[in-house]
């Protein structure tokens, strides 16, 4: 899949430390939860880099490539929700991240109400693209070519937790539909709320696809 220059193409194993370098620098920058708990980017670039481990052998990772430099310019980060994460993940100190804590409460909330089987779910848990390529229609082509793939392979359902109203909006222009919201500003961890100086935001979106019936 081609499009002005850019080709939307299978994350590879090779593409991985490229894929969550740029990952974690936009995560880090302009994701709302990520901005208000300032999410440190070497954490977020190292919990990418380990589900895209799992993701390439997966297959349910895409990235959008510049055909002039070779360049990443923007990545979705997938994997089967069905399956355990990886036992590196382990190695990583998440217990004081309120990112995670919400994380963790929409998966489980997600869980609860699916019998969750490997094989069947698709978790969209990253999309970036580099600020230079913004309003291009990249994250939408990424989505698009992702869902594709995944209902290739037989994945029935996608869901993703969507953080800010821009995401939301493109979720919900490819089918998805919100199943639970948590508002910011009455979100709690360790009794504080973390996420008070989020403005001009719903609160992160829990929605989901079917992908085949």
């Known amino acids: 899949m081609a499009e002005s220059g ?16 740029l990952l974690a620098d936009v995560f880090s920058r302009r994701d709302p939860p990520a901005m208000a708990t300032q999410f440190s980017p070497k954490k977020l670039e190292e919990i990418a880099a380990i589900f895209g481990t ?28 069905g399956c355990p ?12 991240e309120p990112v995670i804590a919400l994380l963790d409460q929409l998966e489980e909330i997600f869980s609860k109400t699916h019998e969750v089987r490997p094989g069947e779910f698709l978790h969209v848990f990253m999309i970036a693209v580099r600020d230079e390529f913004s309003g291009k229609g990249i994250a939408q082509n990424l989505l698009q070519f992702c869902l594709k793939q995944a209902q290739k392979s037989g994945y029935s359902v996608a869901f993703t937790e969507a953080t800010n109203q821009i995401s939301q909006s493109i979720f919900r222009k490819f089918g998805f539909e919100e199943i639970h919201l948590v508002d910011y500003h009455a979100f709690e961890f360790n009794g504080r ?21």
């Open 6 to 21: 850019i080709v939307f193409r299978d994350m590879s194993e090779a593409d991985n430390a490229e894929m969550s370098k």
């Open 193 to 213: 709320k973390p996420f008070q100086g989020i403005i001009d935001q719903r609160g992160c979106a829990l929605m989901e696809i079917q992908l085949s019936t």
């Open 85 to 96: 994460p990886p036992s590196e993940i382990g190695n990583v100190d998440l217990s004081s």
């Open 54 to 81: 799992k993701s390439a052998k997966e297959g349910l990772s895409s990235v959008a490539v510049e055909t002039s430099s070779g360049k990443i310019v923007g990545a979705i980060l997938g994997h089967d929700f």
